[in-house]
Structures are given as C-alpha cells and as structure tokens.
C-alpha cells in the first residue's frame, strides 16, 4: 500500500503530464488560422501561443474550482480514483492527437473523473446538479455561442469593409491576427490550465494537505509552465485539421475566428465554466465559413469533430472505471 503522500505526488505527476498534452493537443486552436494564412510562422506561433498560456493559466481559478468541487464531493474522494481519471483522460487524448481529431481535452478530463468516481465511490459521490449546470450545460451552449459570434462578427465585416479591395485589406488583418492569437493563446490558457490545477487541489484537499479549497501558487505556477511548455512542443496533427479542412480561411476570417473564440473563451473562464477550446475555435471557424459562404464549408470536416466529441466523455469514462479496476487488483 502506497502512503498518502506518494499517491499525492503522482497525482501531481499525472495532472502536469496532462496539462503538458494539453498544450500541445489544443495549440492548434490558438494558432492554426495564423499559421494557414501565414500571419506567424509555426515557430512563432507555437511561441506565442506557449507564452500567452502561461500568461492566462495564471489569471484565475474560478474554472480550477469548479473541476475540483464542482463535480464530485471531494471528501469522497480518494487518490486512486483521481489516478484512474487522469490516466483515463490522457490516454483518449494521446489517442485523438495520433489520428489527428481535434477532441475536447476539457470532455476527456471531466469524463475520466465522472468514470473512475462511479468505479470507485459510485454514484452518489457525483454532484449531478453541479454537472449540469457549471459543466454541460456550459460544454453544450459554448460551441452554440462561438458559431454564432463568429457568423455575426463576420457579417458585420463584410458590411463594413464592402468597398474595400480584398488584397490590402487581407494584408492589414494579417498583421492583426498576431494579436488575434495572443488572445485566443490567453483564454485558452486561462480556461484549459485550470482544469488541471483543481485536480491537484482536490488531490490536496482530499489527502488533508489543505483544510479549504483554495488554490495554492505552486499550484497555479506548476501547471502553467506545463501547459506553456506543452504548448510550445506544438500540434501540427491538429492545425491541418483546423485551419485548412474546414474552409479555406484568409487573414480577415481567421482575425474573426480568433476573436469569437477569445470572447467566448474568456468570457467563460470569468464565469468559471470548463469549456472545451476545441470546440469553441471548431465552432468559430465554422460560423466564420458559414458568413463568407456556406456552401463552401466542409461540413463532412465539421460532422466527424462533432462525433469525435459526442465520444470522449463516455470513451474517456470508459478508460478511467478501466484504469480503475485495474488499480483495485493492483494495490
């Protein structure tokens, strides 16, 4: 039987590795519109985008809080069960990234803690109102909302900028998009890193470590540099996916992709709402494709994201009650 303390430190261990894959499974949302209309070059993309991680992983912990205790009952909790959802959702990560499905790391996660909590404490140890409302619900209308803040910001620009000539103006956005995707780079960070930082808190909270929910700096500094170095590391698997298949994306569509997705993200980070950046930056470009013209949208491209993502929480679940029972016999 491993003491408390070293089940503590490879939940530590698994949730930055986590964090790690991360960043480089979801770069490609902050940056596969810039590198497709070569506003940044992949080297400065992923930089950029490492950076801006880093930046907003350390902006808050409202989302941090909400996975932490938000979703199970952290007194029910022990460490073998947040090990299996951790090991559960990095492997559906690890494989999505190989075949290159832009899934949702935020569904990967939730799902992992959802499965191994039902293999190891059962169902009452779910906080289902607190599912609902503070994760699908917000999981379910993000996408909704990046579509359609994506369609109207490109609508607006097309009657803005009627009269202009497309190749000048495509030139001017370009050099926009680098700020573009700094934003995007810093709502991802500021949603996605969180995640991660209320696992170790509730591996915390749950060992006796911390006699209240809060999050400690170590905390938030450890899963920032393993979301800005994950991100650095780059996902170019992805970026094809994304910033090439779905439509074929010039400066000013990107620049708008990038700014519903940013809004949108953020704006939920401020709530406290685990979103899915995937979706989100997926959802952006498609509203985005749909205002320029919507038949020329690959809506092919678009279904198959979408059943990558209706499968990763019970995939993802699936893994962790696996994981779980695995470690069971093992312990």
Known sequence: MLSTLTLVVIVTILALTFDFVNGF???ANAVATSVTTRALSPKQ???LAGVLNFVGAV???AVA???GKGIVQPSAINQYVI???LVGAITWNLITWYYGLPSSSSHA???GLIGATIAGTGVKALLIKGILEKVLLPLVLSPIIGFSIGFIIMTSFFWIFDKAAPFPLNMKFRKLQVLSAAMASFSHGSNDAQKSMGIITLAL???GYLTTFEIPLWVKLACALAMGFGTYSGGWRIIKTMGSKIFRIEPVNGFAADLSSAITIYGSSLLGAPVSTTHVVASSILGVGSAKRFSGVNWEVGKNIVTA???TIPAAGLMAALMYQLISLLK
């Open 45 to 47: 993309a992923v930089l």
């Open 25 to 27: 499974h979801d770069t």
């Open 205 to 207: 909270f749950s060992a």
């Open 109 to 111: 996660l939730i799902g």
């Open 59 to 61: 902006s808050g912990t």
């Open 65 to 67: 809080k909400t996975i």
């Open 83 to 85: 090990i299996a959802a």
């Open 309 to 311: 993502w209706v499968l």
